[in-house]
């Protein structure tokens, strides 16, 4: 999918609505600055993209109301949050029936560990990012997720020795 024109939907008292979103140069250029540093003042931003505050203010809040920011947030450091162990997990169900899915991918987007979890297709049923501070807390976290559960086949779990590249930001 292309992030040039996007037909977003969502419900206007009641009634669903689909409006189509282009994005044009300025658009861009605000999502590029702030998918750099979000905790840019709107005055900064609009100095930086070479447009008005008035109208940078606009065009994040309709951004933003359209979907397309999906949230402002601070990164943390995982060692700074007790977080150091980086686990890439696979997950294989024995049943792939879809309530087992949805009731199996419940269970792992409430656990806080879990930083990301991807329903996958062709090879294990899931693909989580495990944030724990160390093997003892992995070790807890995957007897209580994986190994209590009656209905997985199979774990194999990947640790990280080196993050060579971690970046959040999308090319537009």
Not at 10 to 18: H, R, W
Not at 67 to 91: D, F, K, S
Request: net charge neutral; hydrophobic share 50%.
């Amino acid at each position: 999918m292309k992030l040039n024109s996007i037909l977003p939907c969502f419900y206007a008292k009641g009634v669903l609505v689909a409006e189509q979103l282009v994005l044009d140069e300025l658009d861009k250029r605000i999502l590029n600055v702030l998918q750099d540093n979000s905790a840019i003042t709107n005055l900064e931003l609009a100095g930086i993209v070479h447009a008005s505050p008035p109208t940078c203010l606009r065009r994040v809040k309709r951004l933003t109301d359209a979907g397309v920011i999906l949230r402002q947030v601070a990164l943390l450091a995982p060692q700074w949050a007790n977080a150091g162990l980086t686990a890439i997990v696979e997950i294989t169900l024995d049943n792939q029936a879809s309530e087992r899915l949805q009731e199996f991918e419940a269970l792992l987007t409430h656990e806080a560990a879990v930083s990301q979890c991807y329903r996958v297709s062709t090879g294990p049923d899931f693909i989580l990012l495990v944030q724990v501070a160390d093997m003892p807390a992995y070790h807890a976290l995957a007897h209580r997720l994986f190994a209590a559960h009656a209905n997985v086949r199979n774990v194999r779990s990947f640790f990280s020795v080196l993050r060579s590249k971690f970046d959040t930001k999308i090319a537009l």
